[in-house]
């Protein structure tokens, strides 16, 4: 086992979570926190057996869509990933190669650990199947391990960039960062949580070592953003990667920034493109909540059933905006890896479904789910929490009497859904999420 300091279980963190808000909120909004309902709450998710159901939008871990492991945890020896049904589809992944060279990847990898403390260094580094692989969550207040980039030097930070920069593409790396810089914004917007909504409040751990022959990987995550980097060989599995942001569009430090245009424009050029008949196969009768994503943090083991239509049924003109639409996502890693895994979503383009909930104007707040056995992509525009006129927890000019500034992620559902506070996640179903299936293979031939 790999030196670090004891790592506190996340359900641990999960319950300290809970006591701390439970304190801050008090009465009914307290109730709904640590129960994971409120008032107001809709199930618009259908098929999603073993999900939880809440009425948060963004609330505390194992909340609607999974907020952080909480009472859902899934430790990694029990993990097999999202199924429909629980069992998962043999032979969809194998070890090969790609021909994408990860040099630049390890070297990134190798030049940022050489760079920590010693101190620092033990804390951020586990053993390569390691339970802290699923112990991510997108809530700020989230306790979390590894290497803070808000404690880091500069240098040390630029080399954790430059590690991003290798990993991702550069419209991966550019959301990526644009979402840290609008952490901040909300931070300085709301008031409150400096310790937690800034640009410093994400955290680097490694699984395994840096290596271009055996297994390893990183995990990036904080405030709306997870990114889960499984590296074999040559071989690269990027889920689940979980981006979001509210709000999605402000200016900061001088900058305009705006965030998720590509995934809304994308998802609506794909279901325009539909006839009525098939719309009424892919958009559900359910109205719009303020959270519908079901395959969150701490949702690893999730069951849940295809719903909408299957691109069998699309013409070819459809079936590439669908590819671009899933383009966008995959599009997030680096642009060899990105190509390797867009072949793999083609091999399954007939079996894969599209399925989208809310209205279809350009301004509307509307979820959409594409789903097939080797991808799963969620969008969600969510209900305010944090920014905006029906904020639940303040915002311009700090939170209301009564309720804690600076904490955005955790308050009983309500408001309007906007654009302005959106979720999204893509995994790779039937086990391959964090290179668990990989990883078994590996073990099974090379030892």
Not at 83 to 88: E, I, N, Q, S
Not at 112 to 131: N, P, Q, T
Not at 255 to 272: D, H
Not at 338 to 361: C, R
């Amino acid at each position: 086992m790999n030196a670090h300091r004891p790592r506190t279980p996340a359900t641990e963190r999960t319950r300290r979570w809970f006591m701390n808000r439970s304190l801050l909120l008090g009465g009914a909004a307290a109730v709904a926190t640590m129960t994971g309902c409120s008032t107001g709450s809709s199930d618009a998710t259908g098929s999603a057996s073993g999900a939880a159901q809440s009425g948060m939008p963004s609330g505390g871990p194992g909340g609607a869509g999974g907020m952080g492991p909480g009472a859902t945890e899934v430790k990694y020896a029990d993990f097999k990933g999202v199924t429909t049904d629980g069992k998962v589809v043999d032979d969809l992944f194998s070890i090969h190669s790609t021909g994408v060279s990860t040099d630049a990847v390890v070297k990134a990898a190798q030049a940022f650990l050489d760079g920590l403390s010693a101190k620092v260094r033990r804390a951020s580094v586990f053993d390569v199947d390691d339970d802290e692989w699923l112990a991510w969550s997108n809530v700020d207040g989230y306790e979390r391990e590894g290497a803070r980039m808000g404690d880091l030097t500069e240098k040390q930070r630029n080399l954790g960039y430059a590690l991003l920069g290798a990993a991702l593409s550069a419209d991966g790396l550019t959301l990526t960062r644009n979402i840290m810089k609008l952490n901040a914004f909300l931070g300085d917007y709301n008031g409150g949580g400096r310790q937690t909504l800034t640009e410093g409040h994400y955290y680097f751990t490694f699984m395994g070592t840096p290596s271009t022959t055996k297994p390893w990987g990183f995990q990036y995550e904080g405030h709306h953003l997870a990114v889960n980097y499984f590296v074999l060989g040559d071989q690269v599995v990027m889920s689940p990667t979980f981006m979001g942001s509210e709000p999605t569009s402000a200016t900061y430090n001088g900058e305009k920034i705006t965030t998720f245009k590509p995934e809304t424009e994308a998802g609506l050029a794909l279901l325009r493109s539909l006839t009525s008949a098939q719309r009424e196969k892919v958009i559900s009768a359910d109205e719009k909540g303020g959270t519908n994503m079901v395959a969150g943090a701490g949702q690893d083991n999730l069951e849940l059933a295809y719903q909408g239509l299957a691109a069998k049924e699309f013409t070819s003109a459809q079936r590439q905006k669908l590819l671009d639409l899933v383009g966008v996502y995959v599009g997030y890693m680096d642009d060899g890896h990105a190509a390797v895994k867009m072949k793999e979503v083609e091999d399954h383009l007939d079996d894969t479904y599209f399925y989208w909930i809310g209205e279809t104007e350009d301004s509307s707040a509307f979820y959409y789910r594409v789903h097939s056995p080797v991808v799963l992509i969620e969008y969600d525009a969510q209900s305010p929490l944090a920014y905006g006129e029906n904020a639940q927890m303040g915002g311009g000019g700090g939170a209301p009497s009564g309720q804690p500034s600076g904490m955005p992620s955790g308050g009983p559902g309500g408001g309007t859904p906007t654009q302005q506070h959106i979720h999204t996640i893509i995994r790779t179903p039937n086990g391959g999420d964090y290179g668990v299936d990989l990883l078994k293979l590996h073990l099974e031939t090379d030892h």
